[in-house]
């Protein structure tokens, strides 16, 4: 069964450096996300992306934040200067479309900003 | 702004004890609704789902989750657990057009065998 792939597992970085994560979508789903979960915390929404662009993104993703889709396989979220509050568990998720609205989401990202 | 709760952090139970994991949402119109499993050291995946219909919606692995609109609740069910039913369940709604959820803070359920 085709999955959601998200590189790296776990990322460590010092506060105020760049850092991307990276995600392989399935590959005829058309909707892409990333969510976050800080510990203890609910998983968010950080943004939604469709055709190419930002489909949609909530208060979290500010100016820090971007998102890619270079290649036309790899989605990645890139964090411009980290902050401790940063440190969190990322999520990425593909649907294909449709009414269905089902996610399918990849294992997650650990970033840990020290 | 949507928003889901879910009441109990952590449940345990034995094997063979009945489930239900309360949810409710705060949004009164038209909702679309989801039950996500995470197993331990693993990804996010689909329960279930509600979007219309017969309130009494069915999912894998025998779990259940029934719509009540005057509650505002989607509370998920299974008549009996077994020990790999341990795992982390997340109730959302879905936030807009775009497809983007919006989860509760989760319930990690640990079934003692």
């Known amino acids: 069964e085709p999955e959601v792939t998200q590189t790296p597992s776990h990322q460590v970085t010092q506060m105020g450096q760049e850092v991307i994560l990276r995600c392989v979508p399935i590959?005829?789903?058309?909707?892409f996300y990333w969510y976050r979960q800080i510990l203890g915390q609910k998983v968010e929404f950080l943004v939604s992306?469709?055709?190419?662009?930002?489909?949609?993104k909530s208060e979290i993703f500010d100016d820090q934040f971007s998102v890619e889709r270079p290649d036309g396989s790899n989605f990645t979220l890139k964090i411009r200067s980290t902050k401790l509050e940063d440190s969190a568990m990322y999520f990425c998720?593909?649907?294909?479309?449709?009414?269905?609205?089902?996610?399918?989401f990849g294992p997650g990202t650990r970033l840990t900003v020290t | 702004a949507q928003s889901v709760s879910q009441h109990n952090h952590h449940v345990i139970l034995s094997e063979a004890a009945s489930l239900e994991l309360g949810c409710n949402y705060s949004?009164?119109?038209?909702?679309?609704l989801f039950w996500y499993v995470q197993y331990p050291g693993q990804h996010l995946q689909l329960l279930l789902k509600?979007?219309?219909?017969?309130?009494l919606v069915k999912g894998i692995k025998g779990f259940e989750a029934e719509f009540i609109k005057s509650k505002f609740s989607f509370n998920l069910r299974k008549p009996s657990v077994q020990w790999s039913d341990t795992a982390e369940y997340f109730c959302a709604v879905l936030g807009g057009s775009q497809g983007n959820l919006i989860f509760g803070k989760g319930t990690k359920l640990s079934v003692k065998p």
């Open positions: 949004y009164g119109g038209t909702v679309n």
């Open positions: 998720a593909s649907m294909n479309g449709g009414l269905s609205y089902e996610q399918y």
């Open positions: 509600y979007f219309s219909g017969d309130p």
């Open positions: 992306f469709y055709n190419n662009e930002i489909s949609e």
């Open positions: 590959s005829n789903h058309l909707y």
